[in-house]
């Protein structure tokens, strides 16, 4: 099985930075993802790791260590609209199955 | 143009009555999924399609029945709805369930409510 952890809430201030961890168990990994998801709305992707680093695309980055089973996301220059929940995904194994923490909810405050 | 698309979006219905949602992409992906986000918003499988044939089935009640008619659809009946069964249901698709960098995109999801 898989155990995945995430914090549940944090705040921050608008044009900060904000990292927002993950950490996982699993018996077979093969990739983590990380999605946003802004109140009543679907979720969407922003990110894939499958190797240890960092990638990096625009405000966002994330960082995977696999040895540690950790993933954190960076959020950069936070804006308003950067509230929402965040969720970190682990896939397991050579299919597309993906089991999601139970996300982290972002508010982010003038 | 919508990619992932599932009516209805809101659904309220009565304790034992049976449902269904409806999904289709029109992004020529090859594999869906089915979705189930409670009200601690946790995201967790339901059912998982690829090319018409089932690849993922989590614990789920047999009260659930997926049918995809072919694979841009994926269709989710629920028979005797309970309580419990109240959450709303999200529809996924990607381009296949082979693994390999495979984002999966959401439809805007149906949110059931059973009384």
């Known amino acids: 099985g898989q155990n995945i952890d995430q914090p549940t809430e944090m705040t921050a201030t608008e044009g900060a930075i904000v990292q927002i961890n993950c950490t996982y168990q699993?018996?077979?990994?093969?990739?983590l993802f990380w999605y946003q998801q802004h109140a009543g709305e679907a979720p969407t992707f922003l990110s894939y790791?499958?190797?240890?680093g960092l990638e990096e695309k625009g405000r966002f980055s994330s960082f995977l260590s696999r040895s540690k089973g950790y993933s954190y996301l960076l959020l950069k220059e936070l804006q308003m609209k950067d509230s929402a929940s965040y969720l970190c995904?682990?896939?397991?194994?050579?299919?597309?199955?993906?089991?999601f923490g139970t996300g982290t909810q972002l508010k982010v405050e003038l | 143009d919508t990619a992932v698309s599932q009516t209805p979006k809101y659904l309220v219905t009565q304790m034992g009555n049976d449902k269904s949602i409806k999904c289709e992409q029109n992004?020529?992906?090859?594999?869906m999924y089915w979705y189930k986000q409670d009200s601690k918003k946790f995201l967790k499988i339901m059912f998982s399609?690829?090319?018409?044939?089932?690849?993922i089935n989590e614990t789920v009640p047999n009260r659930f029945s997926p049918k995809s008619p072919d694979k841009a659809h994926l269709n989710l009946h629920i028979n005797s709805l309970e309580l419990g069964d109240s959450a709303v249901y999200f529809c996924?698709?990607?381009?296949?369930?082979?693994?390999?960098?495979?984002?999966?995109?959401f439809g805007p999801g149906t949110r059931l409510t059973v009384t």
């Open positions: 996924a698709s990607s381009q296949d369930s082979s693994g390999g960098w495979l984002e999966q995109y």
């Open positions: 699993t018996s077979g990994f093969n990739g």
């Open positions: 790791n499958v190797l240890d």
């Open positions: 995904a682990v896939r397991d194994g050579g299919g597309n199955k993906l089991t």
């Open positions: 992004l020529g992906h090859d594999t």
């Open positions: 399609y690829n090319n018409k044939e089932l690849i």
